[in-house]
């Protein structure tokens, strides 16, 4: 096949096919799933004024550092495609007033992101998340319930093969005594840290623990751990947290290296793993609290914490589980015409059953029925209903199952042909 003249930009993928059905069933989960949980779902531009995530983020982070697109225009203010959107909803809330019309929030939101970073397994320049952020609530009960509603939804996506790591920060000054005392430890064994964690020692020490590098990682396993530094009430509201997560019995592990590389969190944090199949880049959700977050963009003192979830990563989960579900996103059944005379029915045929959610395929060209079988194959059509000259005339046609090849003789009317269907379906 010829090199085409235009190819996407690197690490901006196409997404189409089975990878997008997976996309597709990750969204449409969450979407059913979260407004049990009283989440309502919130849209946010993906162009914002630059400042917003150097405040939020950290002007000291990879992000901000070495990853953000910039954008020239006419604006007064620097602009930037997001690269996270836990700032922009924070953005929103505050603009919108959503805190002055109810004390509590919740939401959730689907959408693109953007970071200038070399691409890699795991890492696209262009990707996508889904997250959940709530307001105006303290209690280490809204923690436990937004870590079982993630872990309800990937529970319902059928992964599994995940883990839970959860941690404590504290305060934002405990969280800064826990980081002088960290880089301490890390300048003694500087020349063992990688050239990039020789960077961070100075301007993010924290990000140092999440450093995938073998000698980095024996360094950070003799590391003080954070929970050290926290005062009774900070340890009585992670306690509580683990309390409460036992008492739903959600598995977890704690870890004193998950710090999240993100300036705005505060007291819990948390991360799944995805245990097969992602290799370096194994986070397929992350969260916290960032209790501080809304009054430093600007508004009241607001207590409030979230997560976020990349579609791609829980779309390869989904792939390596090769679950049944996931293989339902093909036709039902395949319309096979034996003659020029059953090939005119076909789409009044096709149509009335789509009209009872069968998914209906048939070919519009003048093909063989050895063609259209190879087409069946192709496609992975569960059934395939043959139909002649002599199925209208007797109004009977041979339904087949093209796994198992058993076959049977149904009447040729479109309820009863969807309904025994849809009596197969899994």
Known sequence: MATPIFQAVRG?????????????RVEQTASGLFCCYGYQQMRTPIVEALDLFVRSVGQQTDVVQKEMYLLAGEEKRPLCLRPENTASVVRAV???????????????YCGPMFRRERPQ?????????????????????????LICMLQHWLHTLGLHNTQLHINSLGTPQQRQRYTDVLRQHYQQHSDKLCSNCQRRLHTNALRVLDCKEPACRQLAATAPSSLEFLDTQSRQHFDEVCRLLQQAEVAF???????????????????????QGLGAQDAVAAGGRYNELVQDLGGPAVPALGFAAGIERLAALLQQCNDAAHK??????MLIYADAVARQQLLQL????????????????????KAQMRLAHRCQAQYVLVVGQ?????????????????????????????????QQQP
């Open 328 to 333: 339902q996103n093909r036709p039902h059944v």
């Open 121 to 145: 397994q795991g890492r696209l320049r262009q990707f996508h998340q889904i997250g959940a952020e709530a307001f105006g609530n303290h209690e280490p009960s809204l923690d436990a319930e």
């Open 12 to 24: 901006m993928n196409d997404c189409f096919g089975d990878m997008l059905q997976l996309h597709s």
């Open 253 to 275: 592990d704690i870890d004193s290296t998950l710090v999240r590389g993100l300036d705005y969190y505060t007291h819990t944090v948390f991360e799944i793993i995805g245990t």
């Open 350 to 369: 096709a149509n009335g059953l789509r009209q009872h959610n069968i998914w209906a395929h048939f070919t519009h060209g003048d093909r063989s029925v």
């Open 94 to 108: 505050l603009q919108q007033g959503l805190l002055q019309q109810n004390p509590e929030v919740k939401l959730w």
């Open 390 to 422: 002599t199925e209208l005339q007797t109004n009977q046609a041979i339904l087949k199952q093209m796994q198992t090849k058993q076959q049977q003789t149904v009447p040729l009317s479109v309820p009863k042909i969807a309904k025994q269907l849809l």
